[in-house]
């Protein structure tokens, strides 16, 4: 899922392509992308885009006269500006531009991606699910945030309530440079893990946007993705951590993963995984050395 790194480019491509250009029509391929009925969807035609701005996951385009485009990339969502039309399979909707078509597809076969056309200020405020800006928000504002129901770090990070635009990937990333296990109560945060968890939330996130921009450099993004060469521990489970060597860990739930570091994050215990604790019972190995 594009989470606030990817997002903040793909808010930078589309202010410097679609910035005051009008909006023709918008041609709906997959019926299940749009997830409002009023105002309805041709009330966009001939409107010119204003702004674009990032709300926590989603994408908000403004338009004239406070109508708004809300899109939710979700998993496999993506855009794609002036590219070659990818298959009908893959393919949601057509924006077509003044200057250029915006495409948005998804490559899966989880139709997940949606999108909603809003009208008002109020309306589109109920999409903000409160969570604070880790970029922007004080310290303090971050830890009351964190603090304010007793989780683990890794879910209060990835709940949008409390945090706004990081999820599974950068989460990762996030507590491996702070060298806290994701298991962590955040009830039992001390002041000093408090600060460490926000200053590494900050150097994270600002790496990343500055890579990715770097990547694209003029360019509309195009490999988005949540799995990137150059991350410690996301997506490296039996890789070597890139600080100490220790082969990366992982936990399975549901659909994802967290990757960690036994070593750097957990002081060598090996947290218990679903599947794999399970089956092995008293043969698993809680240490790393054990492993």
């Known amino acids: 899922m594009p989470e606030l790194p990817d997002l903040t480019v793909y808010v930078d491509a589309l202010k410097r392509s679609l910035l005051g250009q009008r909006l023709d029509r918008v041609a709906i391929v997959s019926p299940f992308v749009l997830h409002s009925v009023h105002p309805p969807l041709d009330s966009l035609f001939g409107r010119r885009l204003r702004d674009v701005e990032r709300m926590a996951k989603r994408l908000v385009l403004d338009f004239d006269d406070e109508l708004y485009l809300v899109i939710h990339l979700m998993i496999a969502g993506r855009l794609k500006w002036q590219a070659r039309r990818p298959s009908r399979r893959m393919l949601l909707a057509v924006f077509e531009f003044e200057h250029g078509s915006l495409l948005l597809t998804e490559a899966s076969s989880k139709k997940r991606a949606l999108m909603h056309v809003v009208l008002g200020q109020a309306n589109l405020r109920a999409f903000d699910a409160g969570g604070v800006e880790p970029l922007t928000c004080t310290v303090r504002e971050f830890r009351e945030a964190l603090t304010r129901e007793n989780h683990t770090v890794k879910r209060a990070l990835t709940d949008p309530r409390l945090v706004s635009g990081i999820g599974n990937a950068y989460s990762d990333e996030i507590l491996h440079a702070a060298r806290l296990s994701p298991l962590k109560l955040t009830g039992n945060l001390t002041e000093e893990e408090a600060q460490g968890l926000y200053d590494a939330a900050q150097a994270i996130l600002r790496l990343w946007i500055d890579r990715l921009r770097k990547e694209s450099g003029d360019r509309f993004p195009e490999h988005v993705t949540a799995f990137r060469e ?62």
């Open 230 to 291: 150059g991350m410690a521990v996301h997506g490296r489970f039996n890789h070597p951590c890139p600080v100490c060597g220790t082969s990366v860990q992982r936990i399975v739930y549901a659909d994802n993963e967290c990757n960690y570091c036994a070593r750097c994050q957990t002081g060598g215990i090996r947290l218990a995984d679903r599947s794999l604790s399970r089956l092995l019972r008293n043969d698993w190995p809680r240490a790393i050395d054990e492993a």
